[in-house]
C-alpha cells in the first residue's frame, strides 16, 4: 500500500488527484481545512480524512500524528492547498497569500519528514505555478505575462525555490513541483478559463507515481521541465 497526503484536498485538482491516486490502489488521506466539506469529499472518494490547516502549527501537527498512529509512514505528500491572494496588494494579504502558498509548504514539510524517512519511495510534489517563473511573466507568447496576480506569482515562485532546496538537503526524498495547467476550479472562477481538474490531475499524479529512481528537484508541466 502507498500512503498519501494531499493538502487541501476537498475540491478541484486535489480532489481529482485524490480520485486518481485511490484508482491506483493508493490509501489517500484528504487534508482539509473545513471538517464537513473534507469529511464529504472523503466519503464520496472512498478516502481518509485529516483536519489539516497549512496556515495552522498545530493543526498541521495533529493530521501528521494521525497518520502516524494509523500508517506508520507516509510515502507521498502533494502539497495543493493554495489561494490566489486576490484583494488589495497590501502587508495582510501578502501575509495570508505567502503563509498558505509558501510557509504552508514548510509547516506540512518539517511535519511529514520522519514520516517520509521511513518509506521506501517518499515523494513530494508541490502544486506550483508557470506564474511564479520569470521565464513565463517576462514572455509575450505566453498567457502568464498578462496574468495581474503579483502576490500568487511571487508566492508560487517561492514554493518552487522551497522545492528545490528540499530536494538539495533530504536527497534521500524526491521533491518536485508542477504547473499542472490551466484548470477551470473555484480558484479560477473569476478568469473564466481552464480545463478539466481531471485533466490537470493527471499531471499530478505523473509526479506523485515515480520510480524510485525518478527526477528530484524539478520545475514540470506536462511537457517536460519548465525554464522558471
Known sequence: MTITLITGANKGIGFETARQLLALGHVVYIGARDIERGEKAAT???????????????????ALATIDSAE??????????????????????ALQAFDTNAVGIVRVTEAALPLLRKSSNPTVVTVSSSAGSFWAVT??????????????????SAA??????YAKSQPGIKFNAIEPGTTATDLT??????????ESARVVVRLATLDADGPTGTFQDEHGEVPW
Not at 481518509?48 to 501537527?61: E, G, I, K, M
Not at 502539497?79 to 484583494?87: P, R
Open 72 to 93: 506508520g509512514r507516509l510515502d507521498v505528500l502533494v502539497h495543493n492547498a493554495g489561494i490566489l491572494g486576490l484583494g488589495a496588494t497590501d502587508g495582510p494579504t
Open 139 to 156: 514572455n509575450p507568447d505566453r498567457p502568464e505575462f498578462n496574468l495581474p496576480l503579483a502576490l500568487y506569482s511571487a508566492s508560487k
Open 189 to 198: 472562477a473569476a478568469f473564466g478559463v481552464g480545463r478539466a481538474p481531471e
Open 44 to 62: 464520496e472518494l472512498g478516502a481518509r480524512f485529516v483536519q489539516l490547516d497549512v496556515t495552522d502549527d498545530a493543526s498541521v501537527s495533529s
Open 160 to 165: 518552487t525555490m522551497l522545492t528545490v532546496q
